[in-house]
Nanobody
Framework: QVQLVESGGGLVQAGGSLRLSCAAS????????MGWFRQAPGKEREFVAA??????SYGDSVKGRFTISRDNAKNTIYLQINSLKPEDTAVYYC??????????????WGQGTQVTVSS
Protein backbone atom coordinates (compact mmCIF):
# COMPACT_ATOMS: atom_id res chain seq x y z
CA GLN A 1 0.00 0.00 0.00
CA VAL A 2 2.74 2.40 -1.00
CA GLN A 3 2.80 4.80 -3.92
CA LEU A 4 6.18 5.99 -5.16
CA VAL A 5 6.93 8.93 -7.46
CA GLU A 6 10.44 9.61 -8.76
CA SER A 7 11.76 12.93 -10.01
CA GLY A 8 15.05 14.64 -10.81
CA GLY A 9 16.19 12.82 -13.93
CA GLY A 10 17.39 14.57 -17.05
CA LEU A 11 20.19 15.07 -19.54
CA VAL A 12 23.62 15.70 -18.01
CA GLN A 13 27.15 15.84 -19.39
CA ALA A 14 29.69 13.27 -18.28
CA GLY A 15 31.32 14.31 -15.01
CA GLY A 16 28.25 16.16 -13.83
CA SER A 17 25.90 15.44 -10.95
CA LEU A 18 22.22 14.77 -10.32
CA ARG A 19 20.04 14.23 -7.30
CA LEU A 20 17.06 11.96 -7.76
CA SER A 21 14.10 12.07 -5.38
CA CYS A 22 11.43 9.53 -4.56
CA ALA A 23 8.32 10.62 -2.68
CA ALA A 24 6.39 7.86 -0.91
CA SER A 25 2.89 7.82 0.49
CA UNK A 26 1.90 6.44 3.88
CA UNK A 27 2.90 7.00 7.47
CA UNK A 28 4.65 3.61 7.63
CA UNK A 29 7.34 4.72 5.20
CA UNK A 30 10.09 4.27 7.80
CA UNK A 31 9.36 0.55 8.19
CA UNK A 32 10.40 -0.29 4.63
CA UNK A 33 13.74 -0.93 3.06
CA MET A 34 14.00 1.64 0.29
CA GLY A 35 16.07 1.05 -2.79
CA TRP A 36 17.10 2.36 -6.18
CA PHE A 37 17.45 0.23 -9.30
CA ARG A 38 18.25 1.13 -12.88
CA GLN A 39 17.59 -0.44 -16.25
CA ALA A 40 19.16 0.35 -19.59
CA PRO A 41 17.47 -0.71 -22.86
CA GLY A 42 17.91 -4.42 -23.49
CA LYS A 43 19.53 -5.02 -20.10
CA GLU A 44 18.39 -6.53 -16.83
CA ARG A 45 17.29 -4.28 -14.01
CA GLU A 46 20.34 -3.59 -11.85
CA PHE A 47 20.61 -2.91 -8.13
CA VAL A 48 22.00 0.54 -7.36
CA ALA A 49 21.53 1.30 -3.65
CA ALA A 50 19.36 0.58 -0.61
CA UNK A 51 18.83 1.94 2.89
CA UNK A 52 16.93 0.76 5.96
CA UNK A 53 17.36 3.13 8.93
CA UNK A 54 20.64 4.83 8.08
CA UNK A 55 23.63 4.43 5.86
CA UNK A 56 23.40 2.48 2.65
CA SER A 57 24.54 -0.43 0.56
CA TYR A 58 25.59 -0.07 -3.07
CA GLY A 59 26.12 -2.01 -6.22
CA ASP A 60 29.75 -2.49 -7.22
CA SER A 61 29.45 -0.32 -10.32
CA VAL A 62 28.38 2.79 -8.39
CA LYS A 63 30.37 2.61 -5.15
CA GLY A 64 32.12 5.86 -4.35
CA ARG A 65 29.97 7.92 -6.70
CA PHE A 66 26.37 7.38 -5.54
CA THR A 67 24.89 8.16 -2.13
CA ILE A 68 21.46 7.13 -0.88
CA SER A 69 19.70 8.97 1.94
CA ARG A 70 16.22 9.23 3.42
CA ASP A 71 14.10 11.82 5.15
CA ASN A 72 11.37 10.01 7.04
CA ALA A 73 9.63 13.24 8.03
CA LYS A 74 9.14 14.02 4.34
CA ASN A 75 8.55 10.40 3.27
CA THR A 76 11.29 10.86 0.71
CA ILE A 77 14.49 9.13 -0.32
CA TYR A 78 17.25 10.57 -2.45
CA LEU A 79 20.00 9.35 -4.71
CA GLN A 80 22.92 11.72 -5.13
CA ILE A 81 24.87 10.83 -8.25
CA ASN A 82 28.32 12.32 -8.82
CA SER A 83 30.90 11.92 -11.57
CA LEU A 84 28.32 10.67 -14.02
CA LYS A 85 29.46 8.37 -16.81
CA PRO A 86 27.74 7.54 -20.11
CA GLU A 87 27.21 3.99 -18.84
CA ASP A 88 25.02 5.42 -16.06
CA THR A 89 22.37 6.17 -18.68
CA ALA A 90 19.24 4.28 -17.69
CA VAL A 91 15.76 4.55 -16.26
CA TYR A 92 16.10 4.78 -12.49
CA TYR A 93 13.42 3.19 -10.33
CA CYS A 94 12.56 3.73 -6.69
CA UNK A 95 11.35 0.69 -4.74
CA UNK A 96 10.03 -0.23 -1.29
CA UNK A 97 10.16 -3.66 0.31
CA UNK A 98 11.72 -5.92 2.90
CA UNK A 99 14.90 -7.23 1.34
CA UNK A 100 18.25 -6.18 -0.03
CA UNK A 101 19.79 -6.18 -3.49
CA UNK A 102 17.40 -8.34 -5.51
CA UNK A 103 14.44 -6.91 -7.39
CA UNK A 104 12.30 -9.67 -5.88
CA UNK A 105 12.98 -8.21 -2.42
CA UNK A 106 10.80 -5.21 -3.24
CA UNK A 107 7.02 -5.08 -3.41
CA UNK A 108 6.35 -1.54 -4.60
CA TRP A 109 7.84 0.34 -7.52
CA GLY A 110 7.70 3.80 -9.02
CA GLN A 111 7.34 4.46 -12.74
CA GLY A 112 10.96 5.49 -13.14
CA THR A 113 12.85 8.61 -14.17
CA GLN A 114 15.19 8.80 -17.16
CA VAL A 115 18.84 9.72 -16.66
CA THR A 116 20.84 10.37 -19.82
CA VAL A 117 24.57 11.12 -19.69
CA SER A 118 26.20 12.62 -22.77
CA SER A 119 29.89 12.46 -23.70
Amino acid sequence: QVQLVESGGGLVQAGGSLRLSCAASGRTFSTYVMGWFRQAPGKEREFVAATRWSGGSYGDSVKGRFTISRDNAKNTIYLQINSLKPEDTAVYYCAAGWGGSSRTDYDYWGQGTQVTVSS
